[in-house]
């Protein structure tokens, strides 16, 4: 069975810094997705990033960008000039490219503080 | 479009009642899931349906959960015989088949307190 792995349960930043978020997962395929999903309070998940396990190129949206380390099996959220609304709890997650169902296993979630 | 909408936002129950629980997805997607996801925690799947059939049901769904998703539009999650450990958010997702790279987009999530 695959299992996300979140090791860090908080993590805090000042305002306009860079935080980096650890993810790792363990599976046996070689076709997946990985994705990280942003909760804030208001509890609606929100997709931040995704990543294609056959790219070798690293995703990249705006302030989010993703460390894909396929062999190592880690997948690190990077989130660049932090504003006071990425302040929320975050989650990684896989999914197996070949299932017909496509659900998503999730890590345990890091929770992000900005300091103003 | 207003998105994945679930209803109730919040559910209160004493110990041993039923409660069901609503979810209507986008409306042009076909694909729904349930997931639970306790304090603290990510969510865990539950069961997932593609238009009305449902395809698969996690170890996590004892006896007393049921889902139906009639019609391949809205779905319903109903606990049977509530326990406190049942205490959680219940997720519902929702997504479209035609691109495996397909988003899935959550609900609000209904709390449950079983007390």
Redesign the interface.
């Given at each position: 069975a695959q299992t996300?792995t979140?090791s860090q349960p908080e993590m805090s930043v000042q305002e306009a810094e860079t935080v980096t978020l650890s993810c790792t997962y363990d599976t046996s395929e070689s076709d997946y997705?990985l994705f990280w999903y942003k909760q804030p309070p208001?509890?609606?998940?929100?997709?931040v990033i995704?990543q294609?396990a056959y790219k070798q190129q690293n995703a990249t949206e705006n302030r989010f960008s993703v460390n894909f380390q396929k062999a190592a099996k880690s997948f690190s959220l990077k989130i660049s000039d932090s504003q006071l609304g990425d302040a929320a709890m975050y989650?990684c997650?896989y999914r197996y490219?070949g299932a017909?169902?496509?659900?998503?296993?999730?890590?345990?979630?890091t929770r992000v503080l900005v300091k103003p | 479009d207003t998105g994945v909408s679930q209803d109730p936002r919040h559910k209160i129950t004493k110990r041993g009642q039923n409660v069901t629980f609503r979810c209507d997805p986008i409306s042009e997607h076909n694909r729904l899931y349930w997931y639970r996801q306790t304090l603290g925690q990510g969510p865990e799947f539950l069961t997932y349906f593609q238009n009305e059939a449902q395809l698969e049901k996690s170890r996590l769904l004892s006896d007393r959960f049921s889902a139906e998703r009639p019609k391949g539009s809205f779905s319903t999650l109903e606990i049977q015989r509530t326990e406190q450990g049942d205490s959680a958010m219940y997720l519902c997702a929702s997504s479209n088949r035609v691109s495996t790279l397909s988003e899935a987009f959550f609900g609000q999530g209904t709390r449950l307190t079983v007390v």
């Open positions: 996300v979140q997705y208001s509890r609606q998940m929100i997709l995704r294609e989650f997650a490219w017909a169902g496509n659900k998503l296993t999730f890590g345990g979630g | -």
